[in-house]
């Protein structure tokens, strides 16, 4: 047998666990009362299977039961070890699967500082059936056209293309201006090339990652000086409602 500081260290549980364990409440017996006490000393002394019990009953705890609801399963002639994990796991992993989707959704809100907010409705959503929603349309956004968007910033005439931009920035000019709109179409043309994709989707959402508040605007800051990347955004904003204009 092993003693209670032993259990302790061997379990990794505070005494005051087993101490709270080991006294009967509401006329219950107790959840694990120590196997056996040593009358001169008063020290406490468990066997093998109640270490064993007290690893069922942490790993209880972990799975979020109460103490009451440990001791009315362990306690119960019904009580099947094997079936009751079974269904825990599955549990388990339904939950893993919600918090990865949940992880993968603030990843990309953290990196990107877009929202989805373009869902109509939105209030009639879940937050099940918002998260899902959100996951599904950020999988595109993050496996394609984030890792274009890294692409497209190693090549150097794009960012030549952009430098124009801050430099015309720098010295005053407007979002709005001809100017700045003509470098942006270079900008435009230069992005669908390096990633060599057609249409505006792309641009679109490289343009609200540098208005939204996420990392990668906030770094473009840090370089290029606070405000540079709200510039560049408004002017693609600017330039993408003239083109979409244009073609319908």
């Known amino acids: 047998m092993k003693s209670l500081r032993e259990v302790c260290n061997l379990v990794g549980v505070d005494r005051h666990v087993l101490q709270r364990i080991a006294t009967p409440k509401n006329s219950q017996k107790p959840l694990l009362p ?18 064993e019990r007290l690893w069922l009953i942490m790993l209880f705890r972990e799975l979020g039961c ?12 019904n009580f099947n070890q094997r079936e009751w994990f079974g269904r825990q796991i599955e549990l388990l992993e339904m939950k893993k699967e919600h918090i990865d989707k949940l992880i993968h959704v603030a990843r990309v809100i953290h990196t ?13 959503y879940s937050i099940e059936q918002y998260l899902e929603i959100t996951h599904n349309s950020f999988n595109s956004v993050s496996k394609e056209t984030m890792q274009r968007v890294e692409k ?56 609200k990652m ?6 990668f605007s906030f770094k473009m800051d840090e370089v290029k000086g606070k405000g540079s990347s709200k510039f560049i955004g408004e002017a693609i904003k600017i330039f993408l409602k003239k083109e979409n204009d244009i073609n319908e």
Request: hydrophobic letters at 35%; zero cysteines.
């Open 34 to 51: 120590p196997t056996h006490i040593n009358e001169s000393s008063g020290y406490w002394y468990y066997d093998d299977a109640s270490i």
């Open 66 to 77: 109460t103490y009451k609801q440990i001791q009315d399963i362990l306690d119960s002639p």
């Open 112 to 124: 990107s500082g877009i929202l989805p907010t373009e869902m109509e409705n939105i209030k009639d």
């Open 152 to 207: 497209i910033f190693g090549d150097s005439n794009f960012n030549n293309a952009l430098n124009e931009i801050y430099a015309i920035w720098q010295a005053g000019a407007h979002p709005q201006d001809t100017e700045v709109q003509n470098l942006v179409k270079n900008v435009y043309q230069l992005f669908n090339t390096v990633a060599k994709t057609t249409g505006s989707n792309g641009f679109d959402i490289f343009g």
């Open 210 to 215: 540098m208005i939204s508040n996420g990392v």
